[in-house]
T-cell receptor
Framework: GENVEQHPSTLSVQEGDSAVIKCTYSDSASNYFPWYKQELGKRPQLIIDIRSNVGEKKDQRIAVTLNKTAKHFSLHITETQPEDSAVYFCAAQLNYQLIWGAGTKLIIKP | KAGVTQTPRYLIKTRGQQVTLSCSPISGHRSVSWYQQTPGQGLQFLFEYFSETQRNKGNFPGRFSGRQFSNSRSEMNVSTLELGDSALYLC?????????????FGEGSWLTVV
């Protein structure tokens, strides 16, 4: 079955710097890759997603890149702000099931 | 339009009891999935339903079960509760569950087993 690995588990960056979180997946049939942000005590919310026929997608300060050959995808956050502090989850969809990474706790230092 | 609604939000149960959690998806959404999230842990997939049929099941013991009704509302049940079942249970809905459908989460039901 599908397996998703996410790194790093914790990432601490200075406010204003960029943050990059990486995920790898195992099943080449996976074709949809969303990223969710979960703030403390709140529900996960979709921040960006990418389909397997696209290599890159950008939405303001957030971008996702996908390398199908290497089976990895990454989340890029530029000009980080305090409100970016949260846990970020990547996922890969195979059939009707999302397989999730273990999450990355992003800490923005003032 | 209303989001995914889960009830109850918080509950405390005793070991050995059983519990039923309820989820009302976004209007028009027919796919409902359930996840378990323990403190500091990721999202563990429990099961997914579409049109009252379970299409996928995660790697959980048979004590965890679910169902979906004709109006797409879903319930999950955990029998013979164990201390390790203490967790946040999240319900999520999407239009069809197909790749690319955005999945929306409810606020979750916090279950504490004592």
């Amino acid at each position: 079955g599908e397996n998703v690995e996410q790194h790093p588990s914790t990432l601490s960056v200075q406010e204003g710097d960029s943050a990059v979180i990486k995920c790898t997946y195992s099943d080449s049939a996976s074709n949809y890759f969303p990223w969710y942000k979960q703030e403390l005590g709140k529900r996960p919310q979709l921040i960006i997603d990418i389909r397997s026929n696209v290599g890159e997608k950008k939405d303001q300060r957030i971008a996702v890149t996908l390398n199908k050959t290497a089976k990895h995808f990454s989340l890029h956050i530029t000009e980080t702000q305090p409100e970016d502090s949260a846990v970020y989850f990547c996922a890969a969809q195979l059939n009707y099931q999302l397989i999730w990474g273990a999450g990355t706790k992003l800490i923005i230092k003032p | 339009k209303a989001g995914v609604t889960q009830t109850p939000r918080y509950l405390i149960k005793t070991r050995g009891q059983q519990v039923t959690l309820s989820c009302s998806p976004i209007s028009g959404h027919r796919s409902v999935s359930w996840y378990q999230q323990t403190p500091g842990q990721g999202l563990q997939f429990l099961f997914e339903y579409f049109s009252e049929t379970q299409r996928n099941k995660g790697n959980f013991p048979g004590r965890f079960s679910g169902r979906q009704f004709s109006n797409s509302r879903s319930e999950m049940n955990v029998s013979t509760l164990e201390l390790g079942d203490s967790a946040l249970y999240l319900c999520a809905s999407s239009l069809t569950g197909q790749p690319g459908d955005t999945i929306y989460f409810g606020e979750g039901s916090w279950l504490t087993v004592v």
